[in-house]
């Protein structure tokens, strides 16, 4: 019986052998072999977008046993995922089901937050100070992540020097100088602004094929966005037929195509 076997099995790796051998002598042609890396390459991607979820890594300093929430942001709320408690090494896992690529927080007791942007198959590695998040904070694994923290990291800059030009006047309110100080501080409240508005046509123009151009757009800088769909159509547009290409299903770009289609209605009615 076994010498049955093994000859059969014998038998199956020779047919395998058989029908592997004109595909390897076909593709390892002069001239075939990148095309044969090519068909590797995109198998292996496929089967990545394919994992229907990602996984976020976290390791930081200053903080042990605080519970750290992950949220989806959906189009009209926002939607709790999944919780763990940092341990005592620091460290953090979180794993999340996704079909497409979506907007995350990362939420921390201390009501600070971190904007992501993670996609199906992606696994990012995040680390930090839970002290001074912003300005610590290391990421890898998420390219759409990677991009916004760079963004936020230069916004909070601009935060800063907003939130001192602020403690500037609260601290001279009522001296006899106050009305110059106010002068100077709303002409470094203007330069602030202009720098980012700056920054953020500069990250748009940059990264026109990436999701996280519709959070620059929607980003409120102090009261509302810096950039406006009604003064920046233009940037909305780019951002829109940039994005048409790559994920014209995406729910965030469907919505954002929504917004462009009807301020063009409403632009095509007030030329009637």
């Known amino acids: 019986m076994k010498s049955k076997q093994s000859k059969n099995n014998r038998i199956t790796q020779r047919s395998i052998k058989e029908l592997l051998l004109p595909l390897v002598r076909l593709f390892f ?3 075939v072999p990148m095309i044969f890396l090519a068909f590797l390459a995109i198998s292996c991607s496929n089967s990545k977008q394919d994992s229907g979820s990602f996984t976020v890594l976290g390791k930081f300093a200053n903080c042990t046993g605080e519970k750290i929430r992950i949220e989806e942001m959906g189009i009209n709320a926002i939607i709790p ?6 341990d005592q090494a620091g460290e953090i896992r979180l794993s999340c089901k996704a079909d497409q690529a979506g907007f995350y927080l990362l939420r921390f007791p201390d009501k600070k937050k971190i904007i992501l942007l993670l996609d199906k198959g992606e696994n990012l590695e995040i680390s930090g100070d839970c002290q001074n998040l912003s300005a610590n904070l290391v990421m890898k694994g998420s390219p759409g992540s990677m991009l916004l923290a760079d963004f936020f990291r230069e916004t909070n800059r ?9 403690m500037l006047l609260k601290g001279h309110e009522g001296s006899p100088d106050f009305l110059k ?8 409240f203007q330069k602030i602004t202009e720098d980012q508005r700056k920054l953020e046509l500069e990250f748009i123009h940059k990264n026109p094929n990436s999701l996280a151009c519709l959070i620059v757009l929607n980003f409120s800088f102090g009261p509302q966005p810096i950039l406006d769909i009604d003064h920046d159509f233009d940037v909305y547009q780019r951002v829109d037929s940039a994005l048409q290409r790559i994920c014209p299903q995406n729910k965030h770009l469907v919505y954002h ?8 209605r409403q632009e095509s009615v007030k030329k009637l």
């Open 158 to 166: 601009n935060r800063k020097t907003i939130d001192s030009l602020k």
């Open 29 to 31: 042609r002069p001239g």
């Open 181 to 188: 100080i106010s002068g100077d501080a709303d002409a470094g």
């Open 81 to 86: 995922l999944d919780s763990a408690n940092i």
């Open 257 to 264: 195509h929504k917004r462009v289609e009807e301020k063009k």
